[in-house]
Nanobody, 124 residues
Framework: QVQLVESGGGLVQPGGSLRLSCAASGSIFSINVMGWYRQAPGKERELVANIRRRGITNYVNYVDSVKGRFTISRDNAKNTVYLQMNSLKPEDTAVYYC???????????????WGQGTLVTVSS
């Protein structure tokens, strides 16, 4: 079984920074896509950023509201994805979820796995 453990959330003042981490463990052959979603109370869950790897090239995407402030990265050796969040705003307050598409064997299909969520609160 594949499990994800998230960390790095907390309380920060506007303009501050946080770094979220999501580490995958278990039987993993490869990881195709790593992404971060967030959900605020009463709102739909939205994609914040994701990262894909094709060969040695990484392809990244960001929702418009975080472009220039957030950076997604991955460490393939550690099966870990990060989200560096700078210049945080109150509207960034949400529960952030890690999401992965993984293979458990070379000839298997992709499985979607979700982290438990970590709360980010931006407030003075």
């Amino acid at each position: 079984q594949v499990q994800l453990v998230e960390s790095g959330g907390g309380l920060v003042q506007p303009g501050g920074s946080l770094r979220l981490s999501c580490a995958a463990s278990g039987s993993i052959f490869s990881i195709n896509v790593m992404g971060w979603y967030r959900q605020a109370p009463g709102k739909e869950r939205e994609l914040v950023a994701n990262i894909r790897r094709r060969g040695i090239t990484n392809y990244v995407n960001y929702v418009d509201s975080v472009k220039g402030r957030f950076t997604i990265s991955r460490d393939n050796a550690k099966n870990t994805v990060y989200l560096q969040m700078n210049s945080l705003k109150p509207e960034d307050t949400a529960v952030y979820y890690c999401n992965l598409l993984v293979k458990v064997a070379a000839d298997s299909g992709y499985l979607e796995v979700w982290g438990q969520g970590t709360l980010v609160t931006v407030s003075s």
